[in-house]
């Protein structure tokens, strides 16, 4: 049954958000969590706050909700981006989603703009990206589908790259520079629910759109003959869908700076566990991805004293999973 296909990813989410919520350089234990959230509004009007009422709702849970958040985010706009252009390679860091966005949040950064006028402008940065990779890879005739868009979205991602370096080069080295190369690496260590509040209902206005709109992504995926046969707008279908994983790419990348390759591993771990059904596939993205940033960055918290940023750990696990499928599509 499909709802027995989620109880696996449903499971791994709980058990990855209490070992996420206990753990760090200041343990919890389960007791003490549960004492701090039942007896939290008592405490704050009595007493104040304790130790472990301060590590719970000031750091650990803005964090782990931000994680989730990500998660949801990265995947969905995965799994999105590989119906959209019937190609199990991309993702929003292949198509240059990613770069386009972070060049626009650098340009924001740089110039002293507030987090939403960084957020409008990674959402610009991205939209413009896949457009233009989309349009490059629709030009070449020559070449296979696939190749053309994958190789379109590594140039244009080495271009945003080089932009944002140069970015880089001219802003202040005593203010600007550091907050630069720290977002640029991707993390979560700076994340609070003011942050969160802004976030969220971007990334909830565009997945809603999609939970809804989810049974189309099925058809989408035949020929298009066959798709303007049954009578729908095939080219507004597609661009509701790309905006929505545009947007939601976006915001979170305004926030928690560049965390790669998210979007390439859940789907194909998600398609190999729920099939392609996209009913059934969007929301075991939601769970895997849920549960996969909370286990990186719970690992980025706990593995070394200092903490390692989440987007290093996502590109030593990504890059290799991109090399195996690589590999693997050739052998076929």
Request: charged share 10%.
């Amino acid at each position: 049954m499909p709802i027995f296909r989620l109880m696996l990813p449903l499971a791994l989410l709980i058990i990855s958000l209490v070992i996420a919520v206990s753990s760090g350089q200041y343990s919890l234990s389960l007791t003490e969590i549960w004492q701090s959230i039942s007896q939290f509004g008592n405490e704050l009007s009595q007493q104040g706050l304790s130790q472990q009422d301060i590590v719970l709702w000031n750091i650990r849970l803005p964090r782990i909700a931000t994680a989730i958040l990500v998660g949801i985010a990265l995947s969905v706009a995965g799994v999105t981006y590989q119906g959209m252009f019937k190609n199990p390679l991309v993702s929003p860091d292949i198509l240059g989603v990613t770069s386009g966005a972070g060049l626009g949040a650098v340009t924001a950064i740089y110039f002293d703009f507030p987090l939403p006028i960084i957020q409008l402008f990674a959402f610009i940065g991205g939209l413009f990206a896949v457009g233009l990779v989309y349009f490059i890879a629709s030009t070449v005739r020559r070449q296979n589908p696939i190749l053309a868009l994958v190789l379109s979205g590594v140039a244009i991602s080495a271009l945003l790259g080089a932009g944002i370096s140069l970015l880089k080069i001219l802003a202040d080295p005593y203010s600007q520079l550091s907050t630069i190369t720290f977002w640029l690496l991707g993390g979560l260590n700076m994340t609070s629910f003011d942050d969160l509040k802004l976030v969220a209902p971007l990334v909830l206005f565009a997945l809603i759109p999609l939970i809804l709109l989810r049974w189309r992504m099925n058809v989408l995926s035949l020929d298009d003959e066959e798709v303007t046969a049954l009578g729908i707008n095939i080219k507004r279908s597609r661009l509701i869908f790309i905006l929505c994983a545009t947007l939601m790419t976006s915001a979170v990348v305004s926030v928690t700076g560049i965390i790669g390759w998210v979007g390439l591993i859940i789907p194909h771990i998600a398609r190999l566990w729920s099939g392609a059904d996209f009913r059934l596939l969007l929301p075991t993205c939601i769970l895997l991805g849920s549960a996969f940033l909370l286990i990186t960055d719970t690992l980025a918290r706990c593995l070394f004293a200092i903490e390692i940023p989440l987007g290093v750990i996502t590109a030593f696990v990504g890059a290799p999973f991109f090399l195996s499928l690589l590999i693997k599509g050739e052998r076929q």
